[in-house]
């Protein structure tokens, strides 16, 4: 199994930045892709971004591509979204997750583990 704890987030201003840690325990961290979704109050949780285990493939939402960097660290165990350039819109609760990318165009996913998650509000 994986077990995953997200930190980082917080309350900053339009056009600061945040960087979100994910921090993994377990085995099975070595196999997966992982990933960042975010769900906005009143709406589906949706993938932002995600990184292939060994060749760090990255992929993002168009709506964060070019502000957005998805990092892992496997020696570690970590993930990292480092975002920048935030937007009233990127308001949410931020997830990582262990995933499987289904497609790359549009980005496709499916979530097999997840964390608890860590709120980002982004005011204007």
């Known amino acids: 199994q994986v077990q995953l704890v997200e930190s980082g987030g917080g309350l900053v201003q339009a056009g600061g930045s945040l960087r979100l840690s994910c921090a993994a325990s377990?085995?099975?961290?070595?196999?997966?892709?992982m990933g960042w979704f975010r769900q906005a109050p009143g709406k589906e949780r949706v993938i932002v971004s995600a990184?292939?285990?060994?060749?760090?493939?990255?992929y993002y939402a168009d709506s964060v591509k070019g502000r957005f960097i998805i990092s892992r660290d496997n020696t570690k165990k970590m993930v990292y979204l480092q975002m920048n350039t935030l937007k009233p819109e990127d308001t949410a609760v931020y997830y990582c997750a262990a995933v499987r990318i289904t497609s790359n165009h549009p980005l496709g996913v499916i979530g097999d583990y997840w964390g608890q998650g860590t709120q980002v509000t982004v005011s204007s």
């Open positions: 990184i292939t285990l060994s060749d760090m493939i990255t």
């Open positions: 377990g085995h099975l961290f070595s196999i997966y892709s």
